[in-house]
């Protein structure tokens, strides 16, 4: 049901269930919500994610709203932004009160979901540079945007300018070297250099970043058809 399930040391309330049988079992049961809000943490330390079980926590906040913790729906709405370009950022914030999202925090979270679903990146990094109190609390986060800047990019381009694919994914210089190589050397990327145009990234080919004519079945006629229509025009 959920999309890990990380070993993790089990609540006194959640005798020998795991987070997943807990939900299953009787998710709007508010005696859970502290081993949901558990879990979240988990996942933030272990950097693994699961849907479900942060969108049950979120519908118990609704039943709930005096027991509901600020941080703990900042870090889900963080771990579904990393969770892009699946759509669980905006399935989560539906969950959530208008009142709460209107806090500094959330707002900031709304905005840096925007630039990412509209792929202003370098807009992103420079809003993410301003709210790092709220980001450095979730590992990985970095790494999971960059991930996603990569995936827009290769439905994008067959070529991608060295200074663009800086910009997505906020590194320059060595690091980005350092970076270049080691998708050179595990994810099909190639080098193009040009004394004109400087340096281009080839990335691996796709069905959309390298369309290939396919002939559409749904509109032709089979030739058995046509021939049976010839006798009937003479």
């Not at 889900?76 to 959530?96: E, G, N, V, W």
């Not at 900031?108 to 202003?120: D, F, G, K, Q, W």
């Not at 050397?185 to 990335?203: H, M, R, V």
Request: charge should be negative.
């Amino acid at each position: 049901m959920a999309n890990s399930t990380p070993n993790q040391k089990q609540q006194p309330s959640a005798m020998s269930y795991t987070v997943e049988q807990l939900i299953a079992v009787n998710p709007y049961n508010p005696d859970i919500l502290p081993d949901l809000e558990n879990y979240v943490n988990e996942q933030v330390s272990s950097q693994t994610y699961s849907l479900s079980a942060n969108l049950c926590l979120l519908r118990l906040y609704q039943f709930e709203p005096d027991r509901m913790s600020t941080q703990i729906v900042a870090r889900i709405l963080i771990k579904a932004l990393m969770a892009m370009p699946a759509p669980d950022f905006s399935l989560c914030l539906f969950l959530i009160p208008e009142r709460v999202q209107m806090e500094e925090q959330f707002k900031t979270l709304i905005v840096l979901s925007h630039y990412l679903e509209t792929a202003r990146f370098s807009q992103f990094w420079d809003e993410a540079a301003k709210s790092r109190h709220i980001l450095d609390a979730v590992p990985g986060f970095e790494q999971a945007v960059q991930a996603y800047a990569i995936h827009v990019l290769s439905l994008t381009y067959q070529r991608v300018p060295r200074s663009v694919l800086a910009e997505a994914i906020n590194v320059e210089g060595m690091s980005l070297d350092k970076f270049i190589e080691h998708q050179v050397s595990n994810s099909g990327w190639a080098i193009e250099k040009s004394q004109d145009k400087g340096q281009f990234i080839i990335l691996p080919s796709n069905e959309f970043n390298h369309p290939e004519l396919k002939k559409s079945t749904a509109d032709s006629v089979p030739l058995e058809h046509i021939a049976r229509i010839f006798p009937i025009l003479g």
